[in-house]
């Protein structure tokens, strides 16, 4: 019989799932204290919805995108779990973490998606943005240059 999506997974379930070993499911909960598994008798952990999608973000943030653990501890520290999460899952669905759109002024502002309350960055931080872009795209193009020559 398959577990709903809303049910509880154990710790092998987990560290399956996400292709990592248990002990460092159980080092990260030493590290970020937003990771609180249900305990029940003899220290068996049960993990919620939540917290297995923000041992996704976090797999993702440090393994995919480069992140350090202290560098995911900031994003937990400045945004919360959920703002992880979000940052976990650019680019894991083909999605983009920021979108461009006009504000009631009409003035240019980025907008962070799929959040209730959305990151909102006024009309110079998206120019500074659009510039590191451009920096960034330039640095690709060289880099492309230098492994082609």
């Not at 590290?31 to 249900?38: A, E, G, H, N, S």
């Not at 992880?84 to 983009?96: I, Y």
């Not at 931080?125 to 690709?140: F, K, P």
Request: hydrophobic share 40%; net charge negative; with cysteine.
């Amino acid at each position: 019989m398959e577990k709903t999506a809303d049910a509880f997974r154990t710790i092998s379930e987990v560290a399956q799932d996400l292709d990592l070993p248990q002990h460092v499911l159980r080092f990260w909960e030493t590290r970020f204290t937003q990771i609180k598994p249900l305990k029940r008798g003899g220290g068996r952990r049960y993990y919620r919805r939540e917290d297995i999608d923000l041992l996704r973000a976090i797999r993702r943030l440090l393994y995919g995108e480069g992140y350090t653990i202290k560098g995911v501890q900031k994003i937990l520290r400045e945004q919360g779990a959920r703002g992880v999460v979000a940052a976990g899952r650019q680019g894991s669905e083909g999605e983009t973490l920021y979108d461009a759109v006009a504000d009631d002024s009409g003035a240019q502002v980025a907008v962070c998606n799929g959040e209730a309350e959305p990151l909102v960055l006024g009309t110079a931080g998206y120019e500074v943005l659009e510039q590191v872009l451009a920096e960034l795209g330039e640095c690709e193009r060289l880099l492309n240059a230098a492994r082609a020559g």
